[in-house]
């Protein structure tokens, strides 16, 4: 499986981005796709997720900014990021878990830089 990321830059305090992540290869079908974060000395956290279903989980910081969607006939996963403040800056990592048809794995992607600043 191959997920490219996009998306990525610089934008100023209160600006908005939006990242895509596809998901490529072979596999027979994808659950969670999902978004996590990661800054310069700090650990990986949750952004959001979301599941074949639709169900939703968002991490504290960005609930009421940021939306995640999906497109699952696309395989892609959206983060509409809206209200950006410094503190959002971080490398962004798309994150999936798909049926191979013999197990369930989880893979990650390369990340996208999102760099908020004026």
């Known amino acids: 499986v191959q997920l490219q990321a996009s998306g990525g830059g610089l934008v100023q305090p209160g600006g908005s981005l939006r990242l895509s992540c596809v998901a490529s290869g072979s596999f027979v079908s994808i659950n969670d796709m999902g978004w996590y974060r990661q800054a310069p000395g700090k650990q990986r956290e949750l952004v959001a997720d979301i599941t074949s279903g639709g169900g939703i989980r968002y991490g504290v910081s960005v609930k009421g900014r940021f939306t995640i969607s999906r497109d699952s006939a696309k395989n892609t996963v959206y983060l509409q990021m809206n209200s950006l403040t410094p503190e959002d800056t971080a490398a962004y990592y798309c994150?999936?878990?798909?049926?191979?048809?013999?197990?369930?794995?989880?893979?990650w992607g390369q990340g996208t830089l999102v760099t908020v600043s004026s």
């Open positions: 994150n999936v878990r798909f049926y191979s048809g013999i197990d369930w794995n989880n893979h």
